[in-house]
């Protein structure tokens, strides 16, 4: 697999927002001391994982957290998953660098926080034309109904399976993974998978290896 500087440069330039939301839950005074919000003294960097890199995975995970007595979040808990297991990861490693000042009294209770994790894919110029499904391409199944591609934003769903994969530059589906672990199912889709064809992403006309990511349905 290419390096990470490798996949910067024939795909995308990554570019990370951390947000921070409201903050403050549970009422203004507990009876063990003042409800008080930590103040931040700084957080890391954000890092990407190089395999939601060349995936191109983009979400937003929010955690709900609270701070330790040494200024660390604690009882991290993902509130609204962005739907990718890897970037909910990416989140929680992130907002675990993070130091917030320690309370002068005793009697503080801290308040529970919330943090937004935005992961964004910023166009360096050097995107390359998505790959595609080819239409009716995939063989009949009693067990699936199809294979749809999207874009971006994760939509969770009941009735189908989340799924993403890279194409070599015939087209040939690689690396299928999905996002549940019971091992027939997800050998028996990825079957499904490799049975569909796709036209590979190009730059300027030339054929490249690319990634398609979306919901497999399910009968």
């Known amino acids: 697999m290419e390096s990470v500087s490798v996949i910067k440069s024939i795909y995308r330039v990554a570019a990370v927002l951390v947000t921070l939301l409201a903050a403050v839950t549970g009422r203004a005074q507990e009876a063990a001391g003042e409800l008080y919000e930590p103040s931040l003294i700084g957080c890391q960097t954000p890092q990407w994982v190089p395999e939601a890199m060349r995936y191109e995975l983009e979400g937003s995970t929010v955690l709900s957290y609270e701070v330790d007595d040494r200024g660390r979040p604690a009882s991290i808990r993902i509130a609204r998953s962005s739907g990718w297991k890897i970037v909910d990861q990416m989140s929680i490693r992130t907002l675990s660098s993070c130091r917030y000042e320690v309370p002068a009294g005793p009697q503080a209770v801290p308040a529970r926080l919330r943090k937004a994790h935005d992961w964004a894919l910023r166009d360096n110029g050097q995107a390359p034309s998505p790959a595609a499904l080819v239409e009716g391409s995939c063989q009949a199944s009693a067990l699936f109904g199809g294979f749809t591609p999207f874009t971006r934003k994760v939509i969770a769903r009941d ?27 997800v050998s028996a889709a990825s079957a499904f998978i490799e049975s569909c064809r796709f036209t590979p992403a190009t730059v300027a006309g030339r054929a490249v290896r690319g990634n398609l990511y979306g919901w497999l349905s399910l009968k």
Not at 168 to 173: F, L, T
Request: charged letters at 35%; a negative charge; aromatic letters at 12%.
């Open 159 to 185: 009735d189908a399976m989340l799924v993403r994969f890279l194409l070599d530059e015939a087209g040939k589906p690689f690396g299928i993974k999905f996002e549940e672990s019971d091992p027939a199912r």
